[in-house]
Antibody, heavy 121, light 107 residues
Framework: EVQLLESGGGLVQPGGSLRLSCAAS????????MSWVRQAPGKGLEWVSL????????YYADSVKGRFTISRDNSKNTLYLQVNSLRADDTAVYYC??????????????WGQGTLVTVSS | EIVLTQSPATLSLSPGERATLSCRAS??????LAWYQQKPGQAPRLLIY???NRATGIPARFSGSGSGTDFTLTISSLEPEDFAIYYC?????????FGQGTKVEIK
């Protein structure tokens, strides 16, 4: 059974940092594109970052480029998102999502339950 | 970036009725469009991919159609568990954008 379990969210001050983790089980995450998608309170889905399964290429939304870094540890089957220089508008539930394919242009067929990041002083 | 516009924003229907949701792309996405369902407090669930293919375990009452810039998600007869928010997403070009969502609520 495919499972994605996020952790690492919390309350952080503006300008602060966090590292989000997503532990995958039931499949080999290295063979799939893996992504972070966020949802601000009461808002829609916003794709944040993706790492491809074909060549580990990394991709970012313009709103987070230069501040967020996606990575993975294949030995632990775990995806990470290092989030730096946090702003109030980064406040959201961050979902980890599994791509249907290894390619960076993909859909997401499994999602974790999300981890809440709140940026506030 | 491709913009996906969903309509209507809210659809008020009764159980047993047919729901028709629209997603329009700002430029052609071929057939590279998916639909997701999200219930309150839950993660999204993939329903339809490549415009018309049901994902694993999705009931036959959900169907998708369209190509190019105009797409439709149809729920043939609403069940109580279908009242939720529905999002479309394209994978034709980078970044793979989402629509803003259509809420299907109980009338």
């Amino acid at each position: 059974e495919v499972q994605l379990l996020e952790s690492g969210g919390g309350l952080v001050q503006p300008g602060g940092s966090l590292r989000l983790s997503c532990a995958a089980s039931g499949f080999s995450s290295s063979s799939h594109a893996m992504s972070w998608v966020r949802q601000a309170p009461g808002k829609g889905l916003e794709w944040v970052s993706l790492i491809s399964g074909s060549n580990d290429g990394t991709y970012y939304a313009d709103s987070v480029k230069g501040r967020f870094t996606i990575s993975r540890d294949n030995s632990k089957n775990t995806l990470y998102l290092q989030v730096n220089s946090l702003r109030a508008d980064d406040t959201a539930v961050y979902y980890c999502a599994k791509g249907r394919t290894s390619w960076y242009l993909t859909y997401f067929d499994f999602w974790g339950q999300g981890t809440l990041v709140t940026v506030s002083s | 970036e491709i913009v996906l516009t969903q309509s209507p924003a809210t659809l008020s229907l009764s159980p047993g009725e047919r729901a028709t949701l629209s997603c329009r792309a700002s430029q052609s996405v071929s057939s590279y469009l998916a639909w997701y369902q999200q219930k309150p407090g839950q993660a999204p669930r993939l329903l339809i991919y490549d415009a018309s293919n049901r994902a694993t375990g999705i009931p036959a009452r959900f169907s998708g159609s369209g190509s190019g810039t105009d797409f439709t998600l149809t729920i043939s007869s609403l069940e109580p568990e279908d009242f939720a928010i529905y999002y479309c997403q394209q994978r034709d070009s980078w970044p793979g954008t989402f629509g803003q969502g259509t809420k299907v609520e109980i009338k």
